[in-house]
């Protein structure tokens, strides 16, 4: 059952975070787990008709999201991270994963996954280019805490951040190179929020209408252009 609803995260990223997080039970799955995959079943029965809408004639610019929840799992104390790339008006790549080390402060969680994504974004930059959608200037990246931003401008080591590992800092060197420019943008806003932790049925409508997703009966009102 998780490895059919792990195929399906290609095409529905608001199952991205619930298949995320179940998959790391696979070891030794309880009928706990069990039941939260049948809840999930019944989910995508309600919401079959549910995808992705591109707009035709909005060929804009790469954007992404992106977030991270801190130290979300008991059992180890590691956050998730979370990112989605928009383009055209709909969510055209997504992921939710869990960090591979434990961070020490919420700042260092966001930076981890604005480095995720910024690599993502630097590869996603290189395809678009191949196929004549080259994007010259900064590729924005919206980013809900001011400390992550500061961070990837500021050189300055202090307390918060002496323990981040060398490799992460790599995200300074593509905000200097003008590749990369991280912009604040409030939680309300913060589209990847959905691939980081569960959310209230408002906010998680909220956001999966923002990713571009969108039902056949909703096409169907629509007006013909």
Known sequence: MVGSLMYLTASRPDLMFVVCLLSRFMASPTQLHLAVAKRVLRYLKGTL???????????????????????????????????AFMMSGGAVAWSSRKQPIVTLSTTEAEYVA??????????????????????????????????TIKLS????????????????????????QGIIKLIHCNTEEQLADMMTKPLKLMSFQKARAALGMVSLSELNLLPES
């Open 153 to 176: 401008k500021n050189a300055v080591m202090h307390g918060r951040s002496k323990h981040i590992r060398v490799r992460y800092h790599f995200l300074r060197d593509l905000t200097k």
């Open 49 to 83: 008709e549910c995808g992705i809408w591109y707009k035709r004639g909005t060929m804009s610019d790469l954007v992404a999201y992106t977030d991270s929840d801190y130290a979300g799992d008991r059992d180890d104390s590691k956050s998730t991270s979370g990112y």
């Open 114 to 147: 604005a480095v995720a994504c910024a690599c993502q974004a630097i590869w996603m930059r290189r395809i678009l280019k191949e196929i004549g959608h080259e994007q010259t200037e900064e590729m924005v990246v919206f980013c809900d805490n001011t400390s």
